[in-house]
């Protein structure tokens, strides 16, 4: 059996912990059993964002007649395009991967691992099936993988996750997407871009339920303008015939009773069907009842406000801990860990204008509070809406979006949602006054913008009249 000062289970923000205590002398073991660099480097934002870059750059060339501009797209070379990212993506996870191997500081254990006792973990299968490694601490960070819903017949059709849909080098005919979250949205915009007819069957009453109701629905409406939704709508059984995929959903109405309802379903067939309903922790796959880790209702593990687990000496983060599955968070939850293992005080995490981006056409981002978790507290508010085109940067790229700033009646923010253009660069402003700011409205208008630049659409839209939350 390997001893050492500190093992971490997963090679994606856990990594940025380990090299932390290799640099202060430390002996480090890192068990991964995929590639290396996590889900993001290799399943999720990396190559998802590198492709949905490729859409928006024939998108832009598709609406240049708008702007007078005559041109053509002749040639589209798809296939290329994914393999290309997904080469780079491997060549990134292969470069880790040799990085750790020649490291003195570093023992890499390539495969399964799971908990045989306190803080003590065996290699179940893979390269280094069999070894042992016994750590003073450990950081569980082992993410999470597709969650597949129980969907009648499920089990007997061939179906994309988003793992594998990264990975399709010719667009689908015909795209079937269950799911109506910021991965369908993201992958449908990206099939529908390169020619596929893309239907959507969501259960919520919009798409990207997540965000503010007021943008969810905007967004919902201007989707539906290019392909088929049905949300409002759960898939109940699936089938699959000489490679056509039918998709059978009834009418579904969300909330704490909610569930099927009476009412006429419908049927959708393609060639293609992806699932994307969310993500399932690969806590079950650790064995931590064992290690005395304890995990939520949901399956996640449970931490305490500094990252603890319920064992002794076993931390965890990211989206195995199931705050935010976002890779940003992920990194903030790593340098939580890092000042709280090697720091003289422990803090705890802080999840404060904890921002989110969906990079679909249009962009959706927020941070904050939405008006819905507003509603029905009882606590006074005010909201703003300004739109892109009233800007005159927003006005020459005919951009059509709005900005909608959530504040107390003293000026604080508390959210800000936005959908439009470069959405996921503009919420940063907003981010950074909320948590290294002020937290009012006085950040952001009394900051300098230049002009005629997109972020005035921020100071505007921080700028002006507002209206008390439900007048």
């Known amino acids: 059996m390997n001893e050492v000062d500190f093992l971490v289970i997963g090679s994606g ?18 068990v991964e059993k995929g590639p290396l660099g996590g889900t993001c480097l290799n399943r999720g934002c990396i190559p998802s964002k590198m492709l949905l870059y490729h859409a928006e750059v024939l998108e832009t060339i598709e609406h240049s007649g708008s702007f007078h501009i005559d041109a053509d797209v002749t040639d589209v070379q798809f296939s290329e395009i994914v393999r290309e990212v997904n080469e780079e993506v491997e060549g990134d996870a292969e470069s880790i991967r040799n990085g750790l191997r020649s490291s003195s500081r570093h023992d890499l254990y390539e495969g399964e691992g799971r908990f045989v006792d306190e803080r003590t973990v065996e290699i179940v299968s893979g390269e280094d099936e069999g070894a042992r490694i016994r750590a003073e601490t450990v950081l569980i960070a082992a993410g999470t993988r597709p969650g597949i819903p129980d969907i009648d017949g499920i089990d007997d059709v061939n179906y994309l996750t988003s793992t594998e849909a990264l990975q399709v080098e010719t667009p689908p005919d015909h795209l079937v997407i269950v799911g109506g979250g910021y991965i369908a949205a993201e992958l449908g915009h990206f099939f529908g871009t390169f020619g596929s007819d893309v239907t959507v069957i969501g259960r919520r009453p919009n798409l990207l339920p997540e965000a503010d109701e007021e943008v969810a629905e905007a967004f919902t409406e201007r989707f539906a ?9 759960a898939a109940t059984a699936v089938s699959e015939t000489d490679g056509t995929i039918t998709v059978e959903a009834q009418p ?11 009412g006429e379903g419908l049927t959708v067939t393609g060639d293609e069907l992806l699932v994307a309903t969310g993500r399932t922790p690969n806590t079950d796959l650790l064995d931590l009842d064992v290690a005395g880790v304890e995990t939520d209702e949901r399956g996640f593990v449970q931490t305490d406000e500094y990252l603890r687990t319920t064992a002794d000496g076993v931390w965890a983060l990211g989206d195995i801990v199931g705050e935010y599955l976002l890779k940003h968070s992920a990194n903030h939850e790593a340098q939580t860990v890092v000042r709280n293992l090697f720091g003289d005080d422990l803090q705890a995490v802080d999840y404060t204008a904890m921002p989110f981006a969906v990079f679909t056409s249009p962009e959706v981002a927020g941070v904050g509070v939405s008006e819905g978790e507003l509603s029905g507290t ?3 508010y005010a909201t703003r809406t300004y739109r892109y085109d009233q800007t005159a940067r927003g006005s020459a790229m005919q951009a059509d979006g709005f900005l909608k700033a959530i504040i107390d009646l003293d000026g604080t923010i508390l959210g800000c949602h936005i959908i439009g253009p470069e959405a996921s660069n503009l919420i940063q402003e907003v981010v950074v006054a909320m948590k290294s700011g002020s937290g009012t409205v006085r950040d952001i208008r009394e900051s300098v913008h230049i002009h005629p630049a997109l972020s005035e659409v921020v100071q505007r839209g921080f700028s002006g009249q507002f209206s008390r939350g439900g007048d």
């Open 13 to 30: 923000s856990g990594l940025d912990v380990a090299n932390a205590a290799a640099s202060r002398g430390q002996s480090v073991a890192i």
């Open 225 to 233: 303008d290019r392909f088929t939704v049905h949300t409002g709508h």
């Open 252 to 262: 579904y109405e969300y909330g704490e009773n909610g569930g099927i309802v009476e």
């Open 378 to 380: 009882g606590r006074e």
